[in-house]
């Protein structure tokens, strides 16, 4: 059954690699025009990661495995029109494999012949038209419905219309700048979460004196405190303007939008309390100088109780009242891009605006941007903002088969957390964002230096905090739950083929009430390690998953390591 176990490996994967081979699969290796070419791409990628954002890398495709005896070309050059080139977490070039010996005289005697196995770092390599039944491949045709932001955004946006869950409860809300009626709604979104943020800020006042906002970052004292950041305030500057027809304005916008949401349906055709006579511009103008400028606010008694009461209801038909914050920080993201390319955090709505209609890359250009709530009330370690980064596979999309790995791992950012210094070191987790700082002179020394914890390390965290349950009673439902969500909310939209599978990567941050809220999904998320924490979880994994596609095939018992199923329709 040799002709049976015959694979190809394109990519930075020498565990992959390994483990076939210790199982008796032959490698058919890469032609040597194609390995020549492989090693140009890799190139082309390291200046595209220095110069500036992909455009995709549409351009870049190459004939890989191409029979000697002529026969049709198992991988190749694709039909653009009809295999889009999607964005792969770029993996870092590793130098695996022997050049001589017993493997390179095999690889030489199957050269003709098909492999059975394929693993590949980018998505379009394999023609799907060309796959033979028995053809295990690790990618799905189609999947850009949820591993872009773009196409993320919109799939969650008709989830309702699919099963009874709300995006708002795992994902914060998010808008495609390109659509003339999702712009329109990020604008009205804007508005009314200023409104709401003005509430929050006139609450905060120091007994009947105005106050102003000032952000205060951790201390990170001991494990018990710190664990939250979130803006606190004190009294006004002397001289600082007051506004003290604000807060009344805020509240008759809030009562309007009560009033909107408990009577809203499906299709939100109730008008909006934003096409109100509002002086939005101003309006905002004056929040930005009371939420970012220190101006003060008057409030009685009387209006004190209504934004506890307006607050208060609020929270009852918004399951984001409490993470969006105060300072109403959206974040700005390309929509097919990744490692944390071309993203930018602000505050002001005119800020968004511009820098989504004024960008000149290729890949975001006619206003391919996603805009997103960013999560203010998050959960930071040590003063420090992190995400988690979440593995599954799916081996069937009918039905819908998902298996969810028990062990992840932790990414930090170089510097503590602030809403008042909106910086990608502070705010963006990616490791390839964050491997060109250098850990700030003010972080807590008990951020560990490579910036990595495993899911064991923050378990321990949690049971410091008096948390011991969280995880497991709140994150890894939650986590589950939204990864569930986002495939379910997809899977009309996915290219399927039985005999192919797909390892994806989730990333997620932790609210301050422990809630995980879902980011992006990656596929071909990376398996280079960064760190002894991602150079054991990473090979685990891969590992893993060839025991859950191949070795349960022959043997429905066998081990599959720190899988989970979780799912099957």
């Not at 605006?353 to 006619?366: E, G, Y």
């Not at 805009?371 to 003063?383: A, C, M, P």
């Not at 060839?546 to 070795?551: A, G, H, R, T, W």
Request: some cysteine; proline content about 6%; aromatic content about 10%.
């Amino acid at each position: 059954a040799q002709e049976k176990k015959i694979f190809t490996v394109q990519g930075p994967y020498p565990i992959i690699r390994r483990e076939l081979r210790a199982r008796g699969w032959v490698e058919r290796k890469l032609p040597g025009m194609g390995r020549q070419l492989e090693q140009h791409r890799g190139h082309q990628n390291k200046q595209r990661l220095e110069t500036g954002p992909s455009n995709g890398g549409g351009g870049q495709r190459e004939a890989l495995l191409n029979p000697c005896d002529g026969a049709q070309p198992f991988l190749g050059i694709t039909d653009p029109l009809h295999h889009p080139w999607l964005p792969a977490e770029k993996e870092e070039e590793q130098c695996d494999e022997e050049s001589n010996g017993i493997h390179d005289l095999m690889s030489y005697l199957v050269r003709d012949r098909l492999p059975n196995f394929i693993w590949t770092n980018f998505l379009d390599a394999t023609d799907p038209e060309l796959l033979q039944q028995d053809n295990v491949v690790n990618h799905y045709a189609r999947v850009d419905a949820f591993t872009t932001k773009e196409g993320l955004c919109l799939s969650l946006q008709k989830l309702p219309w699919i099963e009874q869950a709300d995006p708002n409860a795992f994902f914060p809300r998010c808008y495609r700048l390109a659509i003339v009626g999702e712009r329109e709604a990020f604008i009205e979104d804007f508005r009314l979460t200023a409104a709401r943020s003005l509430l929050k800020l006139a609450l905060e006042k120091a007994g009947d004196r105005p106050v102003r906002a000032q952000q205060v970052a951790n201390s990170a004292k001991g494990a018990s405190e710190s664990h939250i950041s979130h803006p606190k305030h004190s009294t006004a500057w002397p001289g600082s303007p007051l506004y003290p027809e604000l807060v009344e304005e805020a509240l008759e916008i809030c009562e309007q939008h009560l009033g909107v949401l408990r009577h809203q349906d499906i299709d939100r055709s109730t008008p909006s309390p934003c096409r109100t006579c509002i002086d939005w511009d101003r309006f905002l103008q004056q929040y930005y100088r009371v939420a970012h400028e220190g101006a003060g606010l008057v409030l009685t008694k009387q209006q004190q109780k209504q934004c506890q009461n307006l607050l208060q209801h609020l929270a009852e038909q918004l399951p984001q009242l409490d993470m969006e914050g105060k300072l109403n920080v959206w974040i700005l993201k390309p929509g097919a891009e990744s490692q944390g390319r071309g993203i930018i955090c602000t505050t002001r709505l005119e800020e968004v605006l511009q820098l989504a209609w004024s960008c000149t890359a290729p890949s975001v250009q006619m206003g391919r941007w996603v805009v997103q709530k960013y999560v203010e009330r998050l959960l930071t370690i040590f003063g420090t903002k992190f995400d988690i980064r979440q593995w599954f596979v799916v081996t069937d999309w009918k039905p819908l088969t998902v298996w969810f790995y028990q062990d992840c791992y932790l990414r930090f950012c170089s510097r503590p957390f602030s809403l008042c210094h909106l910086e990608r070191a502070r705010h963006l987790c990616n490791v390839s964002v964050q491997k060109w700082y250098k850990t700030s002179p003010d972080q807590d020394p008990r951020v560990p230096p490579d910036k990595i914890w495993s899911n064991k390390q923050f378990q321990e965290y949690l049971a410091q905090l008096g948390q011991a349950d969280a995880w497991h009673q709140v994150l890894v439902p939650g986590m589950k739950a939204a990864i569930l969500s986002a495939l379910r909310s997809a899977q009309d939209q996915v290219r399927f083929r039985k005999g192919s599978f797909e390892l994806y990567g989730a990333d997620f941050l932790v609210g301050e009430d422990f809630q995980p809220w879902l980011l992006e999904i990656n596929s071909c998320p990376t398996m280079s390690p960064s760190s002894a924490v991602t150079r054991r979880l990473c090979a685990n994994v891969q590992r893993d998953t060839l025991c859950l596609v191949l070795d349960r095939k022959d043997n429905p018992t066998s081990s599959i390591g720190a899988f989970e199923l979780i799912y099957k329709e």
